[in-house]
């Protein structure tokens, strides 16, 4: 299991340093915001750790936008910061996931890997495809936004779309 964690960090941090996005402006408040509540949502609605886990890889993606944010307005730079933060922030949440065994369920298995970690690799992908049609339609559009929140609602849309997809191919 510790292997598979491995190189989903390893396919996560790829991913994040890759996708052609200024971590500088990428997410607000609301976003973050929105995304962990829709965490919170989904566990409390007892939904699949499949959909639940899109939420949380959404909420680290934002949470790492957020950190390399405040480094650069603070102006504190060195060397692998983006690789340090993306690996520090995926290993807050996944270690303490498995050690108190909410990852690793034999029974909680799709593909040979925990649901949760597919949801946390699936939502990473999902919420940075998302900003990344916001970011086209803003460059589509001169720099201005099509409608008010279109930041938030493309990202956060786009996430819970994916999520609707999942969770009625994992119903049948």
């Known amino acids: 299991m510790l292997k598979k964690i491995s190189i989903i960090f390893i396919v996560s941090i790829l991913f994040v340093l890759f996708v052609d996005i200024k971590f ?3 997410f607000c408040p609301v976003c973050t915001v ?3 509540a829709g965490v919170g949502l989904s566990r409390w609605l007892k939904i699949d750790d499949l959909v639940t886990g899109l939420w949380i890889g959404a909420l680290i993606v934002s949470m790492i936008g957020w950190t390399i ?6 102006k504190i730079k060195f060397i692998g910061r983006k ?3 993306t690996l520090g922030y995926y290993a807050l949440i996944i270690i303490p996931l498995y050690y108190t065994n909410v990852i690793g369920h034999p029974y909680n298995k799709l593909w040979g890997m925990d649901k949760l970690v597919w ?3 699936f939502g990473t992908i999902a919420f940075l495809i998302g900003y990344t049609i916001h970011k086209f339609m803003l460059k589509k559009h001169g720099n201005k936004v099509y ?3 279109q930041k938030v609602v493309i990202p956060v849309g786009f996430l819970a779309i994916t999520s609707v997809i999942i969770y009625f191919i994992i119903k049948k």
Not at 69 to 74: C, E, P, Q, R
């Open 24 to 26: 500088a402006d990428a």
């Open 34 to 36: 929105a995304v962990g």
């Open 69 to 74: 944010n405040y480094l650069d307005k603070k």
């Open 83 to 85: 690789i340090l933060i």
């Open 119 to 121: 949801g946390i690799i």
């Open 147 to 149: 409608f008010p929140m």
